[in-house]
């Protein structure tokens, strides 16, 4: 991630204690775009049997769908370093009696997985909680010769025109973890074995109450209003609400557009 030293470790304690404190909340609070998830399973379904690692995969709102489109031919490895986020995992594959997975408490840069052995990694809303060129170096590692890497982020720009960005104080300011697509591409460059294949730009339509976006905010659905002291929080979500009710009419129908990039990358040794 993008902290300089000292400040890191304590911006690293902050987040594991964010998503332990978040976990039994988490997939209800997230939205899951399926337009990205659909993308990377098409380019899979070729093959005849998968071994494949979802990379900080959270309560795996994105590994479980993965697992679901690809079926029985497929092995999931569900890789987080949150112990409760793993747990809020395993049951909600349980209650759907999907049992082809494996669930890996890791962190991103040092996976007990062996060298050559993955056709696929995916990480979703991740790698800026990660040591980006660790975590491209390990992928690399595990991955097969002509393995694929798919990463699902928001870039800085995109940050900026959520609903957050534009009308919550404050918002694309205390989130500085995010990239710049160029910095991604530089921190790629930098690996000898990843090619980045293409660039796929998502965008959402999103429709929601103002009562479900104060509701996210206050149960910190992104882990950005850790950033916030308490009474700051409160003084800018209370800011965020008239900031709504300027600009919008029907405030069941808080209405924006998100998007979201995909990088889609292929390891060549
Ligand atoms: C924003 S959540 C995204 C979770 C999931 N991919 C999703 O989209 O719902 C980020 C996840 O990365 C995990 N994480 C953060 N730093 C990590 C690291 N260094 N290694 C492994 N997992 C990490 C967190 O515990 C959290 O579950």
Not at 105 to 130: G, K, M, Y
Not at 136 to 149: A, C, F, P, Q
Not at 177 to 182: A, M, P
Request: charged share 25%.
């Amino acid at each position: 991630m993008k902290a300089s030293s000292g400040k890191k470790t304590s911006v690293l304690d902050k987040m594991h204690d964010h998503f332990m404190h978040i976990a039994p909340r988490y997939r209800e609070l997230r939205t899951t775009d399926l337009g990205p998830l659909l993308f990377i399973t098409n380019k899979m379904t070729d093959l005849c049997s998968i071994r494949a690692a979802d990379i900080g995969c959270g309560t795996g709102r994105y590994s479980i769908k993965f697992v679901e489109h690809l079926g029985e031919k497929c092995h999931l490895f569900c890789v987080d370093n949150n112990m409760a986020m793993l747990r809020h995992l395993r049951e909600h594959f349980a209650r759907y009696n999907i049992s082809n997975f494996t669930t890996i408490r890791s962190d991103s840069h040092r996976i007990p997985l062996q060298t050559d052995s993955l056709d696929c990694v995916t990480s979703f809303n991740a790698i800026h909680h990660f040591s980006l060129q660790n975590f491209l170096r390990e992928s690399s590692r595990i991955l097969k010769n002509n393995g694929k890497l798919f990463v699902y982020t928001r870039l800085q720009d995109q940050n900026a025109n959520t609903i957050w960005g534009m009308h919550f104080p404050s918002f694309t300011k205390k989130e500085n973890r995010l990239y710049e697509l160029d910095e991604l591409k530089a921190a790629f460059e930098k690996d000898p074995n990843l090619n980045i294949n293409s660039v796929k730009l998502f965008e959402h339509h999103r429709v929601y109450p103002l009562e479900k976006l104060v509701e996210q905010a206050k149960n910190h659905h992104y882990s950005t209003f850790r950033f916030y002291r308490k009474h700051e929080f409160r003084e800018a979500l209370h800011k965020f609400v008239q900031n709504i009710l300027n600009h919008y009419d029907d405030l069941d129908k808080i209405s924006w557009k998100d998007q979201n990039t995909l990088l889609v990358v292929e390891n060549v040794q």
